[in-house]
């Protein structure tokens, strides 16, 4: 991630594009999951909203069972639950 931070904004927002056209086209990846938590959040808020998850097919099918405090964002503790594979 520094790679992108040297890069500045304009640059980072654009490799996070590109992040995200393989997430949907690629089933498998050695993203972490705290990679895919900073990619999904593309507002950068440090929740994902259910606007963010719809990328994520799977993630998208969990959002309800994973929002435990039913707010319609996920933090981090509630998104690792999910231990998801992109
Ligand atoms: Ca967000
Ligand atoms: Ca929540």
Redesign the pocket.
Known sequence: MNEFRKGGNLRRARLKTLTLVAIVTISTSVLAQNDLFEI??????????KA?ASVHSILKEMFDSLDVDKNG?LTYKEFEVADLDI
Request: net charge negative; charged share 40%; proline share 0%.
């Open positions: 999904l959040d593309t507002d950068e808020n440090g929740t994902i909203s963010e964002e």
